[in-house]
């Protein structure tokens, strides 16, 4: 299965903050790392209070900037993730891999790899 155009849809959802599009997509066990507070978090109402509690603090907006499609099926996405203050102000400006694994056709994990 192609998952490119879902997992970019999910960027566009995600800096759109439409969170119950990104959570469709998303196993409901699904295992998301907790890239600001640290650890991970566990499930729908977890990623969303995580993402919730963020949005309070700072303003990331993740944009794709390459595909790879892994030999043990995981897809690797390079991405440009800014983060700002909420006045505005630029807190960081890097590039990452996000690794995804799906199950049922959903997002079953994410890792983020620097």
């Known amino acids: 299965m192609d998952y490119?155009?879902?997992l970019r849809q999910l960027y566009q959802d995600f800096n759109a903050r439409r969170i119950d599009a990104v959570l469709a997509h998303m196993h409901t066990d699904v295992a998301w790392p907790n890239g600001?507070?640290?650890g991970y978090v566990s499930?729908?109402?977890e990623v969303r209070a995580y993402w919730?509690?963020?949005w309070q603090q700072i303003n990331p907006t993740v944009e794709p900037l390459s595909f790879?499609?892994?030999p043990?099926?995981?897809?690797?996405i390079r991405v440009q993730q800014v983060i700002?203050?909420?006045a505005?102000?630029?807190?960081?400006d890097d590039q990452l891999t996000h690794v995804y694994s799906f199950a049922h056709g959903k997002v079953r994990t994410m890792v983020i790899e620097h």
């Not at 505005?88 to 960081?92: C, M, N």
Request: no cysteine.
């Open 4 to 6: 490119q155009p879902i």
């Open 52 to 54: 919730l509690r963020q």
């Open 43 to 45: 499930g729908h109402d």
């Open 72 to 76: 043990d099926g995981q897809i690797a």
């Open 36 to 38: 600001w507070e640290g």
């Open 88 to 92: 505005g102000r630029l807190l960081s």
């Open 68 to 70: 790879e499609t892994r």
């Open 84 to 86: 700002n203050d909420l």
